[in-house]
């Protein structure tokens, strides 16, 4: 809102001021930071020729396209859809919202690097990938999701924690092979 009321006082543009206001709330706050502390640490910034993933959020914006699988906004009972249940691929309804809307913008972006944050984007995005639309080195899967409920595997991902030190709830080994795996598809561009 107040990056949106910033580029109306500047004249801006209606597109303009929709894009500032986008690029100014996506994965804001701790999220952004843990997001791009985990691309700078699995070295994204370098294969996109820029100093800091931060710099997707500001200067080199034009570089990266924030989405969500479900392009419109999902009420279930009511309330916001999470994400979980009903499960997307398993839901007739969101099945064909994700055929209707989502997979026409992959086809726009044939080249383009998928990064999904959450368990349900990751198996839509295997999905399209059975489909054809996407080979396997364009999903940058196994992240931990970079909320602050996910602490501790971000900090053991990034090498900030180590295995010993470690909660039960945390599967170092599952966060290693998921780590040298991206290493692995950035290592292919």
Do not use: W
């Not at 009972?77 to 989502?102: C, E, V």
Request: aromatic fraction near 6%.
């Amino acid at each position: 809102m107040i990056a949106a009321q910033q580029a109306l006082r500047q004249d801006l543009s209606e597109e303009l001021v929709l894009q500032q206001a986008k690029n100014s709330g996506a994965f804001s706050g701790p999220i952004r930071k843990n997001l791009t502390q985990l691309l700078d640490h699995v070295g994204l910034q370098q294969h996109l020729g820029i100093e800091t993933t931060q710099q997707l959020f500001t200067e080199h914006r034009e570089m990266v396209q924030m989405s969500s699988v479900l392009q419109q906004c999902i009420l279930n009972k009511g309330k916001n859809y999470a994400g979980s249940a009903p499960a997307m691929l398993k839901n007739d309804f969101l099945r064909q919202h994700i055929h209707d809307y989502f997979i026409p913008m992959v086809r726009q972006l044939p080249n383009a690097l998928y990064i999904p944050l959450g368990k349900g984007v990751n198996e839509v995005l295997h999905y399209i990938k059975n489909l054809g639309y996407l080979n396997s080195n364009q999903i940058l899967d196994g992240f931990p999701h970079p909320s602050g409920a996910n602490a501790e595997r971000i900090k053991y991902f990034l090498g900030e924690k180590p295995r010993e030190q470690l909660s039960k709830t945390t599967n170092p080994n599952l966060i290693d092979q998921s780590k040298a795996r991206i290493l692995e598809k950035l290592s292919q561009i």
